[in-house]
Every structure is written in C-alpha cells, then in structure tokens.
C-alpha cells in the first residue's frame, strides 16, 4: 500500500521530538565546557569559605575593620598603661581603629575567659600576664579555661620587674642577712603582696619555699595598700612591681633587698638578683599578647608580626620604659616556650605550698 509523501499529525510531532532531542544531547562546546567548570568552583569556593569563615578571613584582607585588645585588669593598672601605648601606634600602622576593652575581675580569668571564648578571627585579642595564662588555672579546682589549650601565643611584650624590699627598721641589707634574720625572728618575717596567688606572693612563696626561712604571707586587695602599710611599718616586707616602689627607694623610705627577675632590673642596676645570692632562684613577671585558639595561621602571622614591629618602635620602647617595663618584643615562638616553662614551674609551686584562691 502507497503511502502519502505527507507525513500525518502523529508523525511530525514525533519528528519534532527526535529534533528537540538531538539538540539537548548534541556535544557541549570547549567554551561551555569552561563555563560550566568555572561556575563548579566557584560554588564550591563559596561554599567551603561560608563553612570556615576563619580561612575566609585569612584569605581575604586583615584586618579590615576595627580590632579590640581586652585588658582583664581595671583602667589604671600596669596591663591597662601598656595596652593603651600599644594600641595607639597599632592602629596607626594597620590603618583601623584599636580599642582597649577592660573585663576586670577574678585576678584576670573573667576578661580572659571571654577572649577564649570569643571568634579566633583575629579581631579580639587579651593582654595576658604570667597569672592569667600560667598561674591562675592552678589556684582553682574548677579552671574556667586551660591558659595553653584555649589560647593563641602572639607576643611577647614585657618584662615586669618585681623587686623585694624592706621597712628601714629592718636590720638586712642584702638576701642572705634577711634570711637570717627571720630565721633568728621566727614570726617577724612577714611580708605583703598585691594578693593571693599573685607573682609577688609567688615570688616570696618561693624564696620560703628555697631556704626555709618562716616568711608568712599577708594578701592584700592590691599593690597600693600593701605599699602603704610597708611605709607605716605595719608589715616589714613587700614584693610589688619595681615600678612603683623606685621612687620610695630612691627617698629612702624603704631598702631594697633584691629583684626576682633573670637579671637586674634596668631601673634598679645596682639592687642584685635573688639569683647571685641563691643560684637558680627565679620568679619573671611578664606581659604578653594572646589571641583565641584556632585562629588561622595566616591572620596569627600577621598580627604577631604587626605587634612584634609595634613593641621595637623607638617611641613605643621608650614609653614602656617610663612605664616600668622592659621591652622583649618577642614573637609566637619565643612565647610559647616562656608560658610553657613558667606554667609548669609555677603550677609545681602552687601544689607544694597548697596554695589556693577560695
């Protein structure tokens, strides 16, 4: 049977679909082919950066808008004057602005324990000490951070000499005389600090803790009040910050016995160490710069270099200095193995003398 040369209505819907289909699964061209892979990646780029913000931030340009150093001490302190002067010449170099956030309280852990807590992108970061980050998580059975784990090392700032001195009453003019005298005055040998658990109690826990001699702790609510009670002759020792006892030793009011630094303290040269006395006898106090932990490794690099570049500024050194300190200006690597030392060292101290912050 002859067909007709004229297809019917069935089979030029057919013959449309066959064309329809042979354009859709035609062979993509090289430039489609391109297209589509790049859209691919950068999805899959978009994607990734959404799931670690910390990576996006490294990559990207850091820092890009204002940064915060939490000072966990109250305005006025040593911690709070050094942030300050660091702070300014920061900003200044990174082109944001550096503000200084004090979180006082609970010698230090309440404003710590929010930079532990907070985005390790860089933004936050605490001026730390050798109590917040290597005393204090011995002094409690309940830490509310571990001072290593929780934490990024930065810089390191600072030395804080501490020096012990004496009421003029007292008859010692160097450490060994002092030491013999209060083991020939047993419950004379009393000494003040800014507190317990602090490095200048840990400093005299220590020098017990070496030669034996009956020293008792007296824990005041700061340095100042201690101090004042040293001048009126209510206690006849006190470990406090060199910084603010120079100008007494100077006038005469008290005498200095020793520093407990590595060396001599730079505005004390010729007040020794308790270490040419009693070799290996050591108790540093030190300011240092940390971030949270987890920060990526690009944004920790810059912002330990930033700081690190701050802290070898002429005008900056000479401003810590007027503040007491001694510039170190060390970086991560430097601090990490300070804050590693002195956390073991300390916590070995703390556990043999059974001291404890109720």
């Known amino acids: 049977m002859r067909t007709s040369g004229r297809l019917g209505p069935f089979h030029a819907r057919g013959r449309q679909r066959l064309h329809s289909c042979s354009r859709e699964t035609e062979p993509p061209t090289g430039d489609n082919v391109m297209n589509?892979?790049?859209?691919?990646?950068?999805?899959?780029?978009?994607?990734f950066s959404l799931a670690t913000p910390g990576l996006a931030v490294a990559q990207g340009t850091y820092p890009d808008k204002p940064i915060r150093i939490v000072v966990p001490y109250p305005p006025g302190a040593s911690t709070d004057a050094v942030a300050r002067i660091v702070a300014q010449k920061l900003s200044a170099n990174v082109g944001q602005s550096v503000v200084v956030d004090?979180?006082?309280?609970?010698?230090?852990?309440?404003?710590?324990?929010?930079?532990?807590?907070?985005a390790p992108d860089g933004y936050t970061f605490v001026m730390g000490t050798d109590a917040t980050h290597a005393a204090n998580t011995h002094?409690?059975?309940?830490?509310?951070?571990?001072?290593?784990?929780?934490?990024?090392?930065?810089?390191?700032?600072?030395?804080?000499?501490?020096?012990l001195v004496v009421h003029p009453s007292v008859p010692a003019k160097n450490l060994d005389e002092l030491v013999a005298w209060?083991?020939?005055?047993?419950?004379?040998?009393?000494?003040?600090s800014s507190g317990t658990g602090s490095p200048h109690h840990l400093a005299g826990e220590l020098l017990k803790a070496r030669t034996g001699a009956p020293f008792t702790h007296v824990p005041y609510r700061g340095g100042g009040p201690a101090l004042n009670?040293?001048?009126?002759?209510?206690i006849p020792m006190l470990f406090a910050s060199a910084i603010t006892v120079i100008p007494h030793i100077q006038g005469g009011?008290?005498?200095?016995?020793?520093?407990?630094?590595?060396?001599?303290?730079?505005?004390?040269?010729?007040v020794p160490t308790m270490s040419e006395s009693i070799p290996g006898i050591e108790m540093p106090s030190w300011l240092a710069f940390f971030g949270p932990a987890k920060m990526p490794e690009p944004v920790a690099?810059?912002?330990?270099?930033?700081?690190?570049?701050?802290?070898?500024?002429?005008?900056?050194?000479?401003?810590?200095?007027?503040?007491?300190?001694?510039?170190?200006?060390?970086?991560?690597?430097?601090?990490?193995e300070l804050q590693k030392r002195e956390f073991e060292q300390r916590g070995k101290l703390i556990r043999e003398a059974n001291i404890k912050v109720e």
Not at 145 to 161: G, K
Not at 306 to 329: F, Q
């Open 182 to 192: 209060a083991k020939a005055n047993p419950g004379k040998g009393s000494y003040g």
């Open 253 to 270: 009011k008290v005498k200095a016995i020793a520093v407990t630094g590595g060396k001599r303290a730079e505005g004390l040269p010729n």
């Open 229 to 234: 009670d040293l001048l009126g002759g209510q």
């Open 301 to 336: 690099k810059k912002l330990s270099d930033e700081l690190v570049k701050v802290l070898r500024d002429p005008e900056v050194k000479a401003k810590l200095a007027t503040a007491g300190m001694e510039v170190v200006a060390g970086g991560s690597s430097e601090l990490a």
């Open 36 to 47: 589509r892979r790049q859209a691919a990646l950068a999805a899959a780029a978009l994607a």
């Open 139 to 163: 002094l409690t059975a309940t830490p509310p951070f571990d001072p290593i784990r929780d934490f990024t090392p930065l810089a390191l700032v600072a030395m804080n000499p501490i020096a």
């Open 102 to 118: 004090n979180r006082a309280g609970a010698s230090g852990n309440i404003g710590s324990e929010h930079v532990a807590r907070s």
